[in-house]
């Protein structure tokens, strides 16, 4: 049975929704939401504006405008999330992955030459597992390690895995950053919680009512989660390998301070399409661990240099 509104109707009615929501491009939203209850590609939904809804589809359709009206994020309404061009099952238990961790990926593609390097490649923290399943699928050579602390997120991971090929090359285990693990690796890659305790509430409504506290977090200066990973990372880096880690705006520098105290030399930075420094880049130090401020000071004019290139042996 059909219902009384048209498309365009429907559309209409969401559009006005979601802008009085406080959502910006509410028309795109609406075509969006209206694609998923259609099965249909954002496209098409131009094509046909004047079609009349099944009652069914009304109902998806007014269900799904209700929820994003209330700020959930559209990747949890939809179910899916697009990073690098690849489909990621995003749940209330994932952070949502984001354009902006595509800068760590090419970080990695621009320091690694050899795209059949058989990497042994690390994620902490790996949430949806876009970021270890990108690299992945950018060297078909390579084989990955995904940790979390959240069984619930493992499964996701595991199940963005199947559904891409690339269970075979990927396990998925829970722990405690690199706590337990025992073999090293070319690649460790990682986008830790970072944001200050204190911030959280002050983020968007789809941050604070929806994403996981655990992936957003990073304690009272919000670095808390880097020092803890970054106490493995010597043990667990090859010596010819690479750390990429993400950062938060204006924290590349503590970061960096960071990595140096560990026993490992920055090798540079990446920023992300808007500008900002968004990725760390570091190796295992060669000889003492130890440092004072004069080496630190030394390190930080090297920031910004040319990472060097990785060779997998």
């Not at 995904?146 to 199940?159: C, F, H, K, M, Q």
């Not at 880097?226 to 924290?251: H, M």
Request: aromatic letters at 4%; proline letters at 5%; glycine letters at 10%.
């Amino acid at each position: 049975m059909s219902s009384t509104l048209t498309l365009v109707q429907a559309l209409d009615e969401a559009t006005q929704d979601l802008g009085r929501a406080g959502i910006g491009e509410a028309r795109r939203e609406a075509r969006l939401l209206a694609a998923h209850v259609l099965e249909v590609t954002p496209e098409a939904v131009f094509r046909e504006p004047g079609i009349r809804l099944r009652k069914e589809q009304a109902v998806s359709f007014r269900a799904c405008v209700v929820e994003r009206a209330a700020r959930r994020p559209m990747a949890q309404i939809l179910g899916r999330r697009e990073f690098r061009s690849l489909s990621f099952r995003v749940t209330g238990e994932t952070l949502d992955p984001r354009p902006d961790s595509e800068t760590l990926i090419e970080a990695v593609l621009n320091t690694v030459p050899d795209r059949a390097a058989p990497l042994r490649i690390l994620d902490l923290g790996t949430g949806t597992g876009c970021l270890l399943l990108a690299l992945l699928h950018e060297f078909p050579d390579a084989r990955g390690v995904g940790v979390d602390v959240s069984v619930d997120t493992l499964e996701v991971a595991r199940d963005n895995a199947k559904a891409l090929g690339l269970a075979g090359r990927s396990d998925f285990c829970a722990g405690d950053w690199g706590n337990g693990l025992g073999e090293t690796f070319h690649v460790i890659i990682s986008n830790p919680p970072y944001i200050p305790s204190a911030g959280i509430a002050a983020l968007e409504p789809e941050v604070t009512r929806y994403e996981p506290r655990l992936a957003l977090d990073g304690g009272q200066d919000g670095l808390a989660c880097y020092r803890a990973l970054l106490a493995d990372i010597p043990r667990l880096l090859e010596p010819s390998g690479g750390l990429f880690v993400e950062v938060g705006i204006d924290q590349a520098e503590s970061v960096g301070w960071l990595c140096v105290s560990h026993g490992l030399t920055v090798t540079g930075t990446a920023r992300d399409l808007a500008g900002i420094t968004r990725c760390v880049m570091a190796r295992r130090r060669n000889g003492s661990k130890g440092t004072d401020r004069k080496q630190l000071l030394h390190r930080k004019k090297t920031w910004n240099a040319p990472p060097a290139r990785l060779v997998c042996c």
